[in-house]
């Protein structure tokens, strides 16, 4: 799916329906406008949905976003919500805890938009009224990431939370400069055969390290750590001066952004005890393009591990079962 990237954030943002703003519900008599000012974005979904929140997040390190964004990856929403606007993502929409979170929005009586494929997120967000975006297929979530992220980012800007529109276009030509990677990525996934990677990543890009540790877990059935610094640096750090066997360090850097300094002041001290991260430089001139750069590279290296590795990248078999017990 990975050269279809460009394409399909193109096409799925031709599906965010136009009229967003003027939707007016009722449900349990409380009525729902889509048109009153919001105080908050709430992001629920899981896994290669779910990240799609985390790399919004980044990305308000650097956008003037005017209000915070709310990660939840739970079955529940925070209880201290007041006028928030939830994004309800799920790929396949059987996702139990999104559907869930989904309904406790809406009775709650918030402005909920789902972003997903269909499934039974789309049928009973429908059956009330509530928005829908329909996204292309891909052969797994994570495989879809450009179509759950890119109509997220078109929401975000229909309700004035941040000015996207120039940006896509840079995003889309990171996915277009990783995918010309290809034998970096291989190199780099042949450094970590054997090792249990843990990921350095500053804050700004807490997304890109959580997204590659979930693509070494689901393509390539590997192990990995994510650390993220500051705070990192004030704990994990410690772990350095032990020969833990079999760990090896990556350092995820931005461009010469204000944490390049602290990451390279974070390499000098790991070095110094012994530690060799293999560093990984994110390119990209503006925060989109630099996300989308991360992301996809960093799946390649991972699908590039599972070629190496001999496993089957696209089936997560444990995943499955447990979701369909909880469906
Ligand atoms: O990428 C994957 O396959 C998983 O991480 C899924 O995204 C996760 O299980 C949630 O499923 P969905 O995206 O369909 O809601």
Redo the contacts with the bound molecule.
Sequence with gaps: DYPRWPSLARESILNVPMDLRSIKLSIDGKVIDYSEEIDSVVIT??????VVGDIINDLCWFWDCRVPIIVSKNMRLPKRLSRPLVIA???????AE?IMSANEALSRGYPVIGVTTG?KLSTVLTNKGAPVVLIPKAS???YGLPALLYPTLIILERFGVASVINELESGISGIEDALKRVDDAINLAKQLVNSVPVVWVTESRRGVGIRFK?DLN?NAKYYSVVSVVPEGAHNDIAAVTTKQGGLKHVAIMGPNDYEGMYEEVLIDVLSSFGAKPIIVKLEGKTPLETEMYGVTYLGMVTLALAELLGVEPVS?EP?DRL?NLLS
């Design positions: 979904g899981m896994g290669g949905s779910g993502i799920s790929y396949s929409g059987n996702t999104t499934g797994a979530p994570r979930n689901e997560t995943i979701k």
